[in-house]
């Protein structure tokens, strides 16, 4: 899944890739990983993302894609609940 973090992940794409149930999946990810799938995937993403806003010079909606967010929107909303801070902010006190 990490490999694929910038694309189009779905719970029945990982489950024909582990070869067990929807249940199954997210249970054993849950008492794993103490998290969600969705959630696990939204922070590393967001994490690549701020890695990015630092040290690339690309725009933010760029970025947004180029991390997975289909929705530039969404990712600057979801930003702001990590970081307290728009993408834009973050970047501007890094640099």
Do not use: W
């Amino acid at each position: 899944m990490i490999s694929n973090y910038n694309k189009e992940i779905t719970i029945e794409q990982l489950c024909a890739y582990f070869f067990c149930s929807r249940s199954t999946l997210l249970n054993h990810f849950k008492s794993k990983y103490n998290t969600t799938i969705h959630k696990f995937l939204l922070d590393y993403r967001l994490e690549i993302a701020s890695e990015l806003l630092i040290n690339e010079k690309i725009s933010v909606k760029e970025i947004s894609y180029k991390c997975g967010f289909e929705d530039p929107n969404y990712f600057c909303k979801v930003f702001r609940k990590k970081y307290n801070k728009s993408p834009l902010e973050f970047k501007n006190e890094r640099t």
